[in-house]
């Protein structure tokens, strides 16, 4: 049995006995991706890992909003049958404030039956804010040529939509260049090398490889408060202790624990010193507004040769009233994709879209304004027009032939 000591700082998961000693020996996490693999827990930890966040309204039809969280980054199409499983163990929640303040207040979850993968899909228990709940079976990732169709299930009694199933990674960023960019910071405090960012011409680091994907599209009024402005963190949970009993089976026992979060993008990667990574993890957006990381991510910022001014605006959005992402129910988002209109997304309070270039515009901040970014404008491939707007999954090739696999490395 694997006992969880202190859950404000630490979130050891499966396999805790073994992995105290291994976290030791760890190097620090990368320091860029938007949340793909942050900290050492979550190097050790795939199932727990959140990758990205998104929250939009529906482009089709503006009064309904579509949540999406990303785990399990870099899924590769030739181990579909074993790495295409959501854990069981793991509670999949989307945190919703509707009061302006950092303390949530209304709440999506989303667990999973077990996986056996191959041919065997898995349920998932969705519970809306309503307290309401229904099942959705998830779409089975197979080897297959050709990706499949995916499982949409449409809920009629609580209006929802939801899909879970792999799907191609929708984060696009140059992390090699992001890192070595950072990285100077650290070396050199105030005058880090920015040629590095996009040096290498705009390879995209996640292109080729697939992730799990959690969406669901509710309407806009089961989620807002008095005012339209709604704010979103994604985080994924783990028991208070991780029991293997008879035949390896897994089980989960006592409160409910924060492994990963994710609210704005590039935060806890980016800015948070690799000594506190697990501890931000575990912390609450209370406990951002309460000032606990503030002089850690000024420190960061100012390394990066950020002045006051722009360290005031960040400070705002991620400390203030907590790390969490924005969405404004009236700013309007339209077009194909799941958005692209330049007056909405990422950067207007309207969340962030799926083409939301948020590395750009977060680096062009970090910059003082001045327009700073990695040469990677969009996603390798396409994004659909309807839920659950990801693309679909990179499948295995076809006998003899030897495509590009679109693999940026």
Sequence with gaps: MMILK????????????????????VPPARTIASDHIDSPIITQDRGSDLADTFAFLDPNDNSRVVLIMSTQGFVVSGEHFGMAIFDHNIRYRFEIENTGDA????????????GLGRVTPQ???????????????????????????????NNSENNAVFYAGVADDPFFLDDTGANRFVASSIMNPGRPN??????????????????????????????????????I????QRRERQRIGDNNKVTGEGDWVTVDRDGGPLVNNGLIPPPRKDEYNAASTEDDAKGRFKDDLVKSLKAL???????????????????????????????????????GGFGKMGGRRLQDDVVDAVFTIINNGAPLGDKVNGNEVPFLSRFPFVAKP?????????????TRQ
């Excluded at 202190?6 to 020996?25: D, S």
């Excluded at 209304?106 to 999973?112: G, H, M, N, R, T």
């Excluded at 229904?134 to 169709?149: G, I, K, N, W």
């Excluded at 963190?233 to 994924?236: G, K, L, R, S, Y």
């Design 6 to 25: 202190n859950k404000k700082k630490f979130i050891f998961g499966l396999f805790l006995l073994t992995l105290a000693l291994a976290i030791q020996l």
């Design 103 to 114: 303390k949530p207040d209304e709440f999506i979850d989303v667990l999973y039956s077990p």
């Design 123 to 153: 349920t998932a228990t969705i519970e809306l804010p309503n307290g309401r709940k229904f099942t959705a079976q998830t779409t089975v990732s197979d080897q297959e040529y050709r990706a499949p169709e995916f499982v949409i299930t």
């Design 194 to 231: 920015k040629s590095l960012l996009g040096e290498r011409g705009g390879r995209d680091t996640y292109a080729g490889f697939n992730t799990l994907i959690t969406a669901i599209s509710v309407p806009a009024s089961i989620l807002k408060g008095r005012g339209n402005v709604i704010g």
């Design 233 to 236: 963190n994604a985080v994924t």
């Design 305 to 343: 040769g950020t002045d006051d001014a722009h360290i005031a605006m960040l400070a705002k959005a991620s400390v203030e009233t907590g790390d969490i992402l924005r969405l404004d129910l009236s700013v309007p988002n339209r077009g194909p994709g799941g958005g692209n209109n330049r007056d």
């Design 394 to 406: 990179t499948q295995p090739f076809p006998p003899g032939k030897n495509p590009d696999d679109h």
